[in-house]
T-cell receptor, first 113, second 115 residues
């Protein structure tokens, strides 16, 4: 059974710092991995989707990497800003070649001005 | 595009009452997903549809929960009777297919409180 965990559960950093969020999954036979952002009281916004054949995806100050063999993905945020404060979730499809998602436990990020 | 639309945004009801949550997927998307988010269990898939047909409802917790998709632009999730442990945020998401590469787009959610 696929399990997805995220470390740390919460993180507080000063503005301007670079940071890394971690996501681990137990079954390496994944088709892709997706990172989401969730603001308080809001829905989920997709940040990056990495296909299994890719090693990295970049969008602005965000860079996501994927290492299937070790069951790990990282989300790197450069030059963090208070507006980056949110919960970050990773998710992988499970149950065959469909996009049913199983989500990680999330990392609550607070960027202090 | 308006994105995925959910209503109501907040619902407070008393135990035993029927609750109906509504979702309008993104136009042109043929797959729709219902998720539930709680502090204890995180985000869980309840059921998903493809071309208005339920494909997998193994995540539906009990017979008190039911979901329908009468047409491509509307879905409902009904809880009858509701219980306090059903209190959660319910999200609807849509995508242009159910293949693993199809990205899902989420609505803002409905926060349900059952007293």
């Amino acid at each position: 059974k696929q399990e997805v965990t995220q470390i740390p559960a919460a993180l507080s950093v000063p503005e301007g710092e670079n940071l890394v969020l971690n996501c681990s999954f137990t079954d390496s036979a994944i088709y892709n991995l997706q990172w989401f952002r969730q603001d308080p009281g809001k829905g989920l916004t997709s940040l990056l989707l990495i296909q299994s054949s890719q090693r990295e995806q970049t969008s602005g100050r965000l860079n996501a990497s994927l290492d299937k063999s070790s069951g790990r993905s990282t989300l790197y945020i450069a030059a963090s800003q208070p507006g980056d404060s949110a919960t970050y979730l990773c998710a992988v499809p499970y149950g065959g070649a469909t996009n049913k998602l199983i989500f990680g436990t999330g990392t609550l990020l607070a960027v202090q001005p | 595009d308006a994105g995925v639309i959910q209503s109501p945004r907040h619902e407070v009801t008393e135990m035993g009452q029927e609750v109906t949550l509504r979702c309008k997927p993104i136009s042109g998307h043929n797959s729709l997903f219902w998720y539930r988010q709680t502090m204890m269990r995180g985000l869980e898939l309840l059921i998903y549809f493809n071309n208005n047909v339920p494909i997998d409802d193994s995540g539906m917790p009990e017979d008190r929960f039911s979901a329908k998709m009468p047409n491509a632009s509307f879905s409902t999730l009904k809880i009858q009777p509701s219980e306090p442990r059903d209190s959660a945020v319910y999200f609807c998401a849509s995508s242009s297919g159910i293949a693993s590469y199809n990205e899902q787009f989420f609505g803002p959610g409905t926060r349900l409180t059952v007293l």
